[in-house]
């Protein structure tokens, strides 16, 4: 069995001008680039603020789904089997998988969330997908947890991921939808970075089993190798959706 563990809160547990769709279009581009402004922006302003952690609780647990269903999805995609997802009230979370192809297994949890973060943030780039989206998000979630998530809190956890962002898919208008996606897709993208960052002190500081130290036994380069090239690459990630979001919103 391979042991996948995600170590979160380590440190801190063109149209002709005279056409009427014209102005409509270049107003349906204004306001996706202002949601992605205001999305960015609260959450970065989020990670300042004492106590905030509370309040994205459900987020970071949000992202512990996605990470570890990123590398139960690869055991699976290159012909191996998934134990069990368990996820823990302190954010971290651990995928138990057999077989498959683990160079491609351990990384997909960081940079399988971070793709898929920018995945939603490019399709949120035209107004009015926001519902779309959260229902997309909720099916992630649930499809994790009723397929492979094992324990009690896991299994409470995502079952209250999926009641919140079915209730936000049914109860909020189409703008406040398209933000909430927006603002969730800006935070998988954002937090998959930031845990990367944690990850390299952590492969610097401490023998802590996680992705990268799982990597640097099997395949000989040091943690802070792999940890430092997952930070590299999420980053290009992020400002490839940041650039596709802002050319597709015109």
């Known amino acids: 069995m391979q042991n996948h563990t995600q170590v979160l809160h380590v440190l801190n547990s063109m149209n002709s001008p005279d056409l009427p769709t014209t102005n409509s279009t270049a107003g349906h581009g204004s306001r996706a680039r202002q949601l992605l402004l205001f999305a960015s922006l609260a959450s970065l302003v989020l990670w300042f603020i004492p106590g905030a952690s509370y309040l994205t609780y459900p987020i970071r647990l ?8 990123g590398h139960a999805l690869m055991a699976i995609l290159t012909g191996g089997s998934v134990g069990a997802i368990r996820i823990h009230a302190d954010t971290s979370g651990v995928a138990y998988t057999a077989g498959g192809w683990n160079f491609l297994i351990y990384q997909a949890g960081y940079l399988g969330a971070t793709l898929f973060g920018a995945f939603c943030l490019i399709l949120n780039s035209r107004s009015g997908r926001g519902r779309s989206i959260l229902l997309a998000l909720l099916t992630a979630v649930a499809l994790i947890t009723a397929i492979w ?20 898919a049914r109860l909020l208008s189409a703008q406040a939808a398209d933000f909430l996606a927006a603002f969730l897709a ?32 099997d395949y ?9 090239l997952w930070a590299v690459c999420a980053a290009v990630i992020l400002f490839g959706a940041l650039r596709i979001y802002w050319r597709d919103s015109r």
């Open 186 to 217: 800006v935070q998988l993208s954002l937090n998959a970075l930031f845990d990367l960052r944690n990850l390299l002190w952590i492969t610097a500081y401490s023998s802590l089993e996680n992705d990268a130290a799982n990597m640097a036994r």
């Open 149 to 168: 998530t094992r324990n009690p809190f896991g299994i409470a956890s995502g079952v209250v991921i999926v009641l919140l962002l079915a209730a936000g």
């Open 220 to 228: 000989f380069l040091p943690a802070w190798f792999w940890a430092g």
């Open 62 to 69: 949000f992202v512990t789904f996605i990470h570890e269903g």
